[in-house]
């Protein structure tokens, strides 16, 4: 692979307001408890608009680690830990944030045709589920920033990796749509 992506800071993300004593178990369905846990990867890339400047990656970064805060507030189980099979406890100890950079231009990465050259883009691999469920994230996000030095455009991705149960997704009420929109909505409102 001829494009290599680097990780240059790895942080956990904890939500912006502590969950409630008394949300503190998020109970898993039968089905949930007899099904393997499972990865959920969405890759979203934003391109500088022409004619405009780039926007730091700094300024990026910072606000979408404030929208995760926020958003594991409003989804206090994404922040927690899976207890056992049988729950999740919202202990509060965050999300898995990776900011990574890249020296070549997106429409290299919008032209791989296998899809494991994409898997550089993650957080950690959406195949191996660790055995030992209370040592996994529930969702990982790292942001991607990819500059070609020649051009001096810049685009970003952001990749969000969530461990999938029925139980959860349909007790958050389309909990990806949410999410994602409000991590959109913030990277797009960032100053030029």
Known sequence: MATKVKVVSTKTIKPSSPTPPHLRNFNFCLLDQLAP???????????VPDGKAAPDSASVSGNLKT??????????????RVKGNACIDCNDEGALYLEAKAHFELSKVLSYTEIAQ???FLPFSPYKVSTNNEDQVIVGDQANFLTAAASRSASASLTRL???????????????????ALTAKRASSLPS
Request: charged share 5%; hydrophobic share 50%; proline share 9%.
């Open 37 to 47: 846990p499972f990865y959920v990867p969405v890759v979203l890339f934003y391109s």
């Open 118 to 120: 994409l898997q550089q």
């Open 162 to 180: 969530l461990m999938a149960r029925r139980s959860l997704l349909f007790s958050m009420h389309g909990l990806q749509l949410p999410t994602m």
């Open 67 to 80: 929208s995760l805060a926020q958003v594991l507030s409003l989804f206090y189980p994404l922040g927690g």
